[in-house]
């Protein structure tokens, strides 16, 4: 077959949610291509030798939220996925004080009493409140969103099954759900806890690729979202693939290709070929033709939309909305090439606490104040870092006795004020971010052999990433469920016939879940089905 | 034997005033004890100079809802509407500035000399803003249902909003999901390009609230005035006689009907046996039996002060302590011996009737907030100032004038103590109008500084929030004040909620009072 030039479904993206839509599209029976930009699969969740012998997670760095029910299906531990347990978070703290939370509930609960011991009873009931939460919205993670404006009697009993889940929940798990619907990350937590870096560092995972602060309402959402972790049934477990991110990417692929997809890397789209409202295949940068008879994007909707397909192909109202759709990225990645293990003060020496996350967020303070900067277009002076040091629990990632430190930062503002732009300030952000650690780990500065520094412009270039938003569009509440990404189109399908939406920009948004490209794939077939 | 009343309502502002209105009109006596001298709550006007009156607190009215003006028959009780043609005069320190007017044309007129664009999107905007507004004034004037076990009536008008939602059709439907949750700023960017016609339609997301206008659901606050007030940066709506003249109205509305209201009598304890509220205790001693006992105060002064927590579960103490109400408002009041000149405006009197509006961009509203998350008052404010005296002469002598201006962001949680502050915020706020308005200092005969403090210990408004609790996603409808507890009544039995700290809340429009009433003359009448 290879070599014919029609396929059933091409998939634009070679990114996780691409590979996953492919490989179930293709376990259907129908003959897949997908097509990759870059020269290596994964999109966002790639690996990549930048340094000899050290092994970046060069965006994406940690999992979690990826689908049990796509591991089982597509049977990814046999194509090789492996997920190592990332053991807790160390928050250093300003005063030479630190906060270290661990999977080790005694463990944990002491350490949270030697800062206040009524915290370390509520953090149980927390935990507890979070878990019931998440069973609640858990299922919906799983479901096409409904369109609440049709009376379609399949669309209203989705819409009944939310309300029966809803009145189901006790009125205490009610009351809990409505206010992380709607409060900030720190407003419901101030309800829990008395201890700031407790707050602070718990908060963090509520302004994760969004552009809002840990006081903005709408945050407490994007907590629950990043709480609902599951590695092997362990609930809230976060951890690396062995081999780095692009490793489950590269699983993925292996179990799509052994269902007969055809991968292309270094395939660029020019076009999405477009006759009479109807998809019919794509032209790529070298100019090739390519037919199928559905086409399906990973990619965010303003490259779909505003760069693939003429604007003459698409109702001007739906433009509207997808020029409106906010990216707005506000974090930016560095990575280090190590010669030996980050010292920190207040915790010296080599140990378990380095092997975890490790959280730059000693206050609820500094993090609004990182966001202030950010409103107003600096990247933040002194910014919330969350890292990593895989090298610990995989070797595989870096030479002997040398190490890999992975660093999540926010805020990065993509739109820095008029004079700034991030070519100039890209170094200085790299610095900023080496600053930053070494207050609380002064020998860093000796010990870094050579570091990478990825900025929201870079995210946009290199991967595609409008903006620079890791979730393809901001996860704030206007643009979730059936309002992602654009009112009137979250059930992945399009405006043109055939196209299809399955990436991080369609429900149930981003991070590596797989959920989107399965539950894509799924509408593509039921589709096709009727067609036939 | 101390007295027994049927109906007793404490606290005589424009929400008790109007529940004491409809039980009377029902036929019951209800008796209203307010702890000051005059009734009116934040809807007062002093003479606070000799020859000198203003609306102390509130300066606009509402807009009160027209069906409760009927219904009370406020106009025939004295109150006169005095709606100015300029709605919003907007000023900018490049010595600009921007008229709107109630007529939405003659605003979009205006608006051209700034951007065509804009003004071509403006009656959109009104448009949308009016018929989206539509449906939730309908939700407001309804009592939000009863989430656990909804009642046939509960049905019926989640069912009438529902259809109502319906009506406006696939695009408007979206509008609203979408807006809901939205920064204020994000929806004011979508329609125009200027800056200060942004932040001045910004601002109404943002006034009273511990929001800015890029906190997510602020556009939802500007929906709920809009519900009101469909005018996309808000009408003017004044009273002659000042705010005090709408809750004179009221009262007397309410005495005709049959309504007692006592002044001076200050409520200190509500009385509860065996569960159900029983009567009140006032500062005198004196103590009064009534069936029902209905609270205009806010719900943490109602449950948590004037009632013993023991008689609440730990569970409803614990969560109406969570209930946020940090104010940001603070009041500065002028007494002038002339009319400022707005440098920008080169004597157009007829545009300093409407409201005035400093804060010229999305960015400075910001920032303004930004300093009171830290505890700081803002040191370049937002201001919303009147100029009452030219609308309404008889607040002033003779040529001179008396100049009403709200104050934001005044965090009521201050880095230090509002008493060692206060100067500095009544200079700051002169400061900031004397950039506009040069001559302004050495017009002032005296001013009146009222913060966040004061409004907590002389007008009872718990951690000084004007609407008796912050307005905010998780604070609304259904769950104003608490889930489970939108519908007036509280945990204990036949004690009842009026006040601004229930749904609808929001400005001098009486809807949270006349909402309580219809709910509790169906529990009375049972």
């Known amino acids: ?532 | 034997m101390p007295a027994q009343r049927d109906v007793v309502i404490i606290g005589g502002g424009h929400n008790g005033l109007v529940t004491a209105f409809f039980l009377a009109k029902a036929g019951f006596k209800p008796l209203v004890l307010e702890r000051s001298a005059q009734v009116g709550g934040a809807a007062v006007t002093d003479e606070f100079h000799p020859g000198f009156r203003c609306s102390t607190l509130a300066h606009s009215a509402g807009p009160i809802r027209p069906d409760i003006v009927r219904d009370m028959q406020l106009e025939k009780h004295g109150l006169k509407l005095i709606t100015p043609e300029v709605a919003v005069t907007a000023l900018s320190p490049d010595g600009r500035a921007l008229r709107l007017y109630q007529d939405a044309n003659k605003s979009a007129q205006e608006i051209a000399a700034w951007s065509q664009k804009d003004a071509a999107k403006y009656s959109g905007f009104q448009q949308s803003l009016t018929k989206i507004s539509k449906v939730i004034a309908e939700a407001l004037a309804t009592p939000p249902p009863d989430i656990d076990h909804p009642s046939s009536g509960d049905l019926w008008s989640m069912l009438k909003t529902g259809r109502a939602i319906r009506n406006l059709g696939k695009k408007d439907m979206f509008r609203l999901l979408r807006w809901g949750p939205m920064a204020v700023a994000d929806l004011a960017a979508e329609y125009f390009e200027t800056e200060l016609v942004r932040a001045v339609v910004a601002a109404r997301g943002v006034f009273g609230t511990f929001l800015g206008p890029w906190s997510a659901g602020s556009a939802l606050v500007l929906l709920i005035r809009a519900a009101g007030d469909p005018h996309p940066a808000g009408s003017a709506h004044f009273v002659a006689g000042g705010a005090g003249a709408i809750t004179q109205a009221m009262a007397s509305a309410a005495k005709a009907a049959g309504a007692e209201i006592r002044t001076s009598a200050e409520v200190i304890e509500i009385r509860v046996q065996n569960g159900a509220a029983t009567g009140v205790l006032l500062s005198t001693g004196e103590e009064i039996h009534a069936k029902a006992v209905i609270s205009n105060a806010d719900p943490k002064r109602t449950l948590l002060k004037l009632t013993d927590p023991m008689h609440l579960s730990p569970d409803f103490v614990q969560k109406l302590q969570h209930y946020r109400g940090n104010g940001t408002v603070a009041k500065v009041n002028l007494a002038l011996s002339g009319l400022p000149k707005f440098v920008a405006l080169n004597g157009d009197g007829a545009a300093l009737k409407g409201r005035i509006h400093i804060g010229h961009e999305i960015d400075y509203l910001e920032r303004a907030f930004d300093e009171s998350k830290y505890g700081n008052f803002s040191r370049q404010p937002y201001l919303e100032a009147t100029i009452p005296s030219l609308t309404d002469p008889a607040l002033a002598p003779e040529g001179k004038h008396v100049m009403s201006i709200y104050m934001q962001y005044a965090p009521y949680k201050l880095k230090g103590d509002w008493e060692d502050q206060r100067k500095a915020l009544g200079q700051t706020v002169v400061q900031t109008l004397a950039q506009y308005a040069p001559n302004l200092p050495e017009l002032i005969l005296t001013h009146q500084i009222i913060t966040p403090r004061d409004l907590e210990d002389k007008y009872g408004l718990t951690g000084g929030q004007i609407f008796h609790g912050d307005l905010a996603l998780d604070q609304f409808f259904t769950m104003r004040p608490l889930l489970d507890w939108a519908r007036y009544k509280t945990p204990i039995e036949s004690l009842y909620l009026c006040g601004s700290g229930t749904h609808p809340g929001a400005g001098l429009t009486g809807g949270s009072g006349a909402n309580a009433a219809r709910e509790i003359l169906n529990d009375l009448k049972r």
């Open chain 1, 1 to 532: 077959m290879a070599g014919s030039n029609t396929y059933d479904v091409i998939v634009i993206g070679g990114g996780h949610n691409g590979l996953v839509n492919a490989a179930y599209l293709a376990r259907a029976g129908k003959k897949v291509l997908v097509l990759e930009r870059r020269h290596v699969l994964g999109g966002a969740a790639c690996t990549e030798e930048i340094v000899p012998g050290f092994k970046f997670s060069v965006c994406s760095y940690v999992v979690s939220l990826l689908r049990p029910e796509i591991i089982r299906d597509l049977d990814l531990p046999r194509h090789g996925l492996e997920i190592l347990p990332l053991d807790g978070t160390f928050t250093p703290m300003t005063t030479g004080d630190y906060l270290w939370r661990v999977n080790d509930h005694g463990k944990t609960h002491r350490e949270i009493a030697r800062h206040s011991r009524v915290d370390a009873e509520a953090y149980d009931e927390f935990g507890k409140a979070m878990q019931a939460m998440c069973r609640f919205v858990k299922p919906i993670l799983s479901m096409v969103p409904p369109d609440p404006t049709t009376l379609n009697p399949r669309e209203l009993m989705k819409l009944v099954f939310l309300g029966k889940r809803f009145q189901g929940m006790s009125s205490y798990d009610k009351y809990n759900q409505v206010q992380l619907m709607t409060m900030s990350a720190v407003d419901f937590l101030d309800q829990w806890f008395e201890t700031d870096v407790l707050k602070a560092t718990m908060s963090a995972s509520g302004i994760i690729g969004t552009f809002l602060g840990v006081r903005s309402p709408g945050t407490a959402y994007v907590l629950l979202h990043h709480y609902m972790g599951e590695i092997d049934g362990a609930f809230r477990a976060w951890g690396f693939a062995r081999g780095g991110t692009g490793a489950i990417s590269n699983a993925i692929a292996d179990a799509a290709r052994e269902a007969g997809v055809e991968i292309r890397t270094q395939s660029a789209i020019a076009q999405i070929i477009v006759k009479d409202g109807k998809a019919k295949g794509v032209v790529l940068a070298n100019g090739d033709e390519i037919y199928a008879n559905v086409i399906s994007s990973s990619v965010d909707p303003r490259l779909t939309f505003t760069k693939f397909i003429e604007a003459q192909h698409l109702p001007g109202d739906f433009l509207e909305e997808v020029n409106r759709y906010k990216f707005r990225g506000s974090s930016g990645k560095v990575n280090m090439a190590l010669d030996a293990l980050p010292n920190f003060k207040c915790m010296p020496g080599p140990g378990a606490h380095l092997r975890g996350a490790i959280s730059i967020s000693p206050a609820v303070e500094y993090m609004e104040k990182a966001y202030d900067d950010a409103k107003y277009g600096n990247f933040s002076r002194r910014p919330y870092i969350d890292m990593v040091i895989p090298s610990l629990t995989d070797p595989s990632v870096a030479p002997p006795g040398k190490h890999v430190l992975s660093c999540f930062v926010q805020y990065a503002p993509y739109k820095l004020r008029p004079g700034l732009s991030w070519d100039t300030e890209k170094e200085a952000f790299g610095n900023t971010v080496v600053d930053t650690i070494s207050e609380y780990a002064p020998n860093l500065k000796d010990i870094i052999i050579e570091k990478q520094v990825v900025t929201p412009l870079d995210l946009e270039r290199e991967w595609g990433l409008s903006e620079g938003n890791i979730f393809q569009g901001e996860l704030s509440l206007e643009q979730l469920f059936f309002l992602r990404p654009v009112p009137g189109w979250a059930q992945y399908r399009t405006p043109v016939k055939n196209l299809y939406m399955c990436g991080s920009c369609t429900h149930p948004g981003g991070g590596i879940m797989g959920a989107n490209g399965r539950l894509a794939a799924l509408e593509i077939l039921k589709d096709s089905k009727g067609a036939a």
